[in-house]
């Protein structure tokens, strides 16, 4: 007959619960409205002369 087993298992433990990190809120500003129309009816890149330059050398193909 074997000797009695002289150590016993330790209990497992609960795991514990890691707390929740609260994650830093962003907020953005949103550009008027007015801004952004304003750029858009911006056309006086079309009368640059580096872009006519640029349409003269492609309508010549």
Known sequence: MA?????TRKKSQPRKA???????????ERQSE??????????S???DK????AMALLEDK
């Open 34 to 43: 007015d801004d952004q129309k304003n750029k858009l009816d911006d056309r």
């Open 18 to 28: 890691k707390p929740i990190e609260e994650k830093p809120v962003v907020n953005y």
């Open 3 to 7: 000797p009695v087993w002289p150590f």
């Open 45 to 47: 890149h079309l009368e």
């Open 50 to 53: 580096g872009f006519l330059d």
